[in-house]
């Protein structure tokens, strides 16, 4: 017998059907139609519909719980979770906006700006090798390395590092998931000690011979002492190397597959290429590279339609709910270049909003350019599948594309 209010009434969202980890704008699409919230088996509380998702983000009294995200998973001690716990992204104000005032003078969009031709070189330089060669996976080739040259290279790590930093984050990456293998943790670990090193080892050559790189900027902040600790300084790099790899990946496959799979939407981009930033925007939409959010409300909140929030039960936002939400996007399953309304929620929003939104965005403009200038024709050779229970998804064997020369 269950009591009422403790979300027994709500429809239920079932986190561990592989089915909606394949599809999950289909899965979520009937518990968001027949309630406002939405309960999971462990009765914890789940978001669907844009509007409430985008008012409780915003909520300060919605907290982060970051360390449930890996005590889920069973891990709660050893490397990963020292390194877990000292992340910007499990800190509340007023201690977050200390650690993200640091960083974010590197993710202006001036910055951003900065770097677009050289994203568009190192794409451009990388499918060239794929033209006319059959089927190529353009994940492993393109889509996986792309993401990791840019934070690579704008925390000023030296190229011959950015294969094994890749191979590191892409482990760390496999952590946020809904169930880790013994063996999977103990790579997890292995990867952020490997991180660890290497950036120790890169703080003292900075303190040695400053450079003008984020790195720099970061040992300066350390050494001002009261405003970032050297743990926190390789915590925070790590966590930069860490969260503009997997996630943009997604972005670069998972995102770019749902283009190639609206033939129309490619053929109007090839002769009107100020749509672009408007088709990375459906990728987003139609795929986003993470699940969703996590938090716990500090004190009991209502919803908009009345329905409690009890204090500290976790409530999940699931991006794929409110970004198919027909209220916010007319025709949501229609991948619509010529929208004019809300942005995706895929980068989160309120106070943890994507500090690499930007960097992401442009990284996907310039690999939908590259391929659009490469290429006369783009298509899936291979129907990818997705891993099921990883929260940032990926897919299962990369995505393997034929690309014709223009
Ligand atoms: C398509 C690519 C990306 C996606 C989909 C994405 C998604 C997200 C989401 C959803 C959050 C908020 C998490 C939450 O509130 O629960 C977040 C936070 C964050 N992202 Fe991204 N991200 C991407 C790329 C990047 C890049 C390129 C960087 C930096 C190099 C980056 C750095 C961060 C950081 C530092 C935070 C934490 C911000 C804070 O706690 O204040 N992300 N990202």
């Given at each position: ?43 914890e509380r789940v978001v ?9 983000l915003?909520?300060?009294?919605m907290r982060t719980v970051g360390a449930r995200l890996?005590?889920g ?16 992204f ?86 946020f ?113 993470t699940l969703g959010s996590l938090r716990a ?17 976790p409530v999940h936002f699931l ?29 989160g ?42 929260t ?15």
């Amino acid at each position: 017998m269950t009591l009422p209010g403790d979300g027994s009434e709500l429809p239920l969202v079932d986190l561990a059907d592989p089915g909606l980890w394949q599809d999950p704008a289909a899965a979520l699409a009937p518990a968001r139609e027949a309630a406002s919230l939405a309960r999971t088996s462990r009765g914890e509380r789940v978001v669907l519909r844009y509007a409430e998702t985008e008012r409780l983000l915003a909520d300060p009294r919605m907290r982060t719980v970051g360390a449930r995200l890996l005590e889920g998973v069973g891990v709660t001690d050893g490397p990963l979770a020292d390194w877990w716990r000292l992340v910007m992204f499990n800190t509340n104000p007023p201690e977050h906006g200390r650690l993200r005032s640091l960083v974010s003078r590197a993710f202006t969009p001036r910055q951003v700006e900065t770097l677009r031709p050289r994203v568009r070189a190192i794409a451009a330089t990388r499918i060239a090798p794929l033209l006319d060669a059959g089927p190529v996976d353009f994940e492993a080739a393109v889509a996986d390395p792309l993401p990791i040259a840019v934070t690579c290279e704008l925390l000023g790590l030296p190229e011959e590092t950015w294969g094994v930093v890749g191979t590191w984050t892409a482990e760390l990456g496999k952590v946020f998931a809904t169930r880790l293998s013994d063996a999977q943790r103990l790579r997890c670990e292995g990867a952020v000690d490997g991180l660890n090193d290497l950036l120790r080892d890169q703080f003292s050559s900075r303190r040695r011979t400053p450079r003008a790189d984020l790195l720099t900027a970061l040992s300066e902040a350390s050494e001002a002492g009261d405003r970032l600790s050297p743990e926190e300084c390789a915590a925070m790099a790590i966590n930069l190397l860490f969260a503009g790899h997997d996630t943009t990946r997604g972005l670069l496959s998972i995102g770019f597959a749902a283009l190639l799979r609206h033939e129309e939407a490619v053929a109007r981009l090839r002769s009107d290429r100020a749509r672009v930033p408007a088709a990375v925007e459906e990728m987003l939409r139609f795929e986003p590279p993470t699940l969703g959010s996590l938090r716990a409300p500090a004190e009991d909140l209502e919803t908009s339609e009345g329905h409690i929030l009890p204090r500290g039960i976790p409530v999940h936002f699931l991006f794929p709910g409110g970004n198919r939400d027909p209220r916010a996007f007319p025709s949501p399953d229609r991948f619509d270049l010529d929208r004019d309304g809300p942005r995706p929620l895929s980068f989160g929003l309120g106070p943890h909003f994507c500090l690499g939104a930007g960097l992401a965005r442009m990284e996907a403009q310039e690999l939908v350019h590259a391929v659009l200038d490469a290429t006369g024709a783009a298509e899936i050779a291979m129907e990818p599948r997705l891993v099921p229970f990883a929260t940032i998804r990926r897919f299962e064997s990369g995505l393997h594309l034929r690309l014709v020369s223009a």
